[in-house]
């Protein structure tokens, strides 16, 4: 039982290219998320997903894309990347069914530094 | 607007004493409220929820929090720390209002000393 798979798990980046972040869930959950995690800011939600086909801006979505084309993918896209996008980024997802006291399911994570 | 507040960055307990980890949050309806824990490298792990009824609410690991609508606090406690709680320590938010969004403190960073 896998749960939540992020790929790749570090990545090297240089300022300008571009690249996605590929998340998988295998537990039919229909809400997915993105976040970044930065010392001492926590967790900041960049997109999140209420279904195959939405998706929808968080707090800091700025300088991303994402696409929910399955419902079990959840693509985070830098189309060019600066270096204020390092960061580690990871990937969430949980069930509709109940709301918001569903607790959300993590992947280990993408390691990204943008030189 | 919602946030969380988890007033302490890092905390340092000798292995076998008890802890408490602060976590305060503003919010204006009823909230979920939920404690993460992170290893190095690792992704977030659920260690215990809270969403209605009793408000001490027993977790995994050992560790267990109580939520307190009078002072908007849930906070993390556990009787005796293990060498291997060492972790970073999230508290989160939970809301409906869309999308089912979560609101995570910046986190406690936990040492234990032998």
């Known amino acids: 039982n896998a749960g939540v798979t992020q790929t790749p798990k570090f990545r090297v980046l240089k300022t300008g290219q571009s690249m996605t972040l590929l998340c998988a869930q295998d537990?039919?959950?229909?809400?997915m998320y993105w976040y970044r995690q930065d010392p001492g800011m926590g967790l900041r939600l960049i997109h999140y997903s209420v279904g195959e086909g939405t998706t929808a801006k968080g707090e800091v979505p700025d300088g991303y894309n994402v696409s929910r084309l399955k419902k079990q993918n959840f693509l985070l896209g830098l189309e060019s990347a600066a270096p204020s996008q390092t960061s580690v980024y990871f990937c969430?997802?949980?069930?509709?069914?109940?709301?918001?006291?569903?607790?959300?399911?993590f992947g280990d994570g993408t390691r990204l530094s943008i030189l | 607007a919602q946030s969380v507040t988890q007033p302490d960055i890092h905390i340092t307990v000798s292995e076998g004493a008890s802890l408490e980890l602060r976590c305060n949050y503003s919010y204006g309806a009823t909230p979920y409220l939920f404690w993460y824990v992170q290893s190095p490298g690792q992704g977030l792990q659920l260690l215990l929820k809270?969403?209605?009824?009793?408000?001490l609410v027993q977790g995994i690991k050992g560790f267990e929090a109580e939520f307190k609508r009078s002072q908007s606090s849930f906070n993390l406690r556990k009787p005796s720390v293990h060498w291997s709680d060492a972790a970073e320590y999230f508290c989160a938010v939970g809301t409906g209002s869309t999308g089912n969004q979560f609101y995570f403190g910046t986190g406690t960073s936990l040492t234990v000393i032998p």
């Open positions: 969430a997802s949980s069930y509709e069914t109940g709301g918001a006291n569903q607790p959300q399911h």
């Open positions: 809270y969403f209605s009824g009793d408000t």
């Open positions: 537990m039919n959950h229909e809400y």
